[in-house]
T-cell receptor
Framework: NAGVMQNPRHLVRRRGQEARLRCSPM?????VYWYRQLPEEGLKFMVY????????ESGMPKERFSAEFPKEGPSILRIQQVVRGDSAAYFC???????????FGDGTRLSIL | AQTVTQSQPEMSVQEAETVTLSCTYD???????LFWYKQPPSRQMILVIR??????QNATENRFSVNFQKAAKSFSLKISDSQLGDTAMYFC????????????????FGKGTRLHILP
């Protein structure tokens, strides 16, 4: 029973390029959450999605960042025109909903040159 | 607004010793969930233990147990007979039930405690 799958594990981009981070939730999970972990800090909530619906994006920067969770396929976190400050580890978590603990992926480390 | 505070940025203990990681939180809610997550060098987040606020009994999972003091808003994690594989970053987290039903609900994480188990 595969857990939450994120890819790539490590993504390198130059300033101004676009970064796409993918997350496949656990089987049977329809809720996806994205977090950002800056060096030496805790996890910060970014966005919460259900299939084809953004529930809460209050933690996501208004510009350059977007997220989707289509009916088919993984959830995508997209960062346009990346800057050095976007360098971080991005974690995805999933749950079937309700009050169950979330299961996390291994994360994607985004490095901006 | 809810907050979670982990006052120990880093700790080191000898293998086989017992270690306690502290966590305090602030909330006006009466019902909620508290978690400890472990993040080893592989960066995967692993749920260690979960506590429901309405339960008085402290949660226990093998060598891991919590001391939940609701009135004091304290939720410490005790690791007994520590092992080298326990070396990791540990995050304390707070969550309200039915999270996601209200737009201001969040899962709140502390900044973490880096735990080193020394051979």
């Amino acid at each position: 029973n595969a857990g939450v799958m994120q890819n790539p594990r490590h993504l390198v981009r130059r300033r101004g390029q676009e970064a796409r981070l993918r997350c496949s939730p656990m089987k049977g999970h329809s809720h996806v959450y994205w977090y950002r972990q800056l060096p030496e800090e805790g996890l910060k909530f970014m966005v919460y999605l259900q299939k084809e619906n953004i529930i809460d994006e209050s933690g996501m920067p208004k510009e350059r960042f977007s997220a989707e969770f289509p009916k088919e396929g993984p959830s995508i976190l997209r960062i346009q025109q990346v800057v050095r400050g976007d360098s971080a580890a991005y974690f995805c978590a999933s749950s079937p909903g309700g009050i169950v603990p979330q299961h996390f992926g291994d994360g994607t480390r985004l490095s901006i040159l | 607004a809810q907050t979670v505070t982990q006052s120990q940025p880093e700790m080191s203990v000898q293998e086989a010793e017992t270690v306690t990681l502290s966590c305090t939180y602030d909330t006006s809610e009466n019902n909620y969930y508290l978690f400890w997550y472990k993040q080893p060098p592989s960066r995967q987040m692993i749920l260690v233990i979960r506590q429901e606020a309405y339960k008085q009994q402290n949660a226990t999972e093998n060598r891991f147990s919590v001391n939940f003091q609701k009135a004091a808003k304290s939720f410490s994690l005790k690791i007994s007979d520590s092992q080298l594989g326990d070396t990791a970053m540990y995050f304390c987290a707070f969550m309200k039930p039915e999270w996601g039903m209200n737009r201001d609900d969040k899962i709140i994480f502390g900044k973490g405690t880096r735990l080193h188990i020394l051979p």
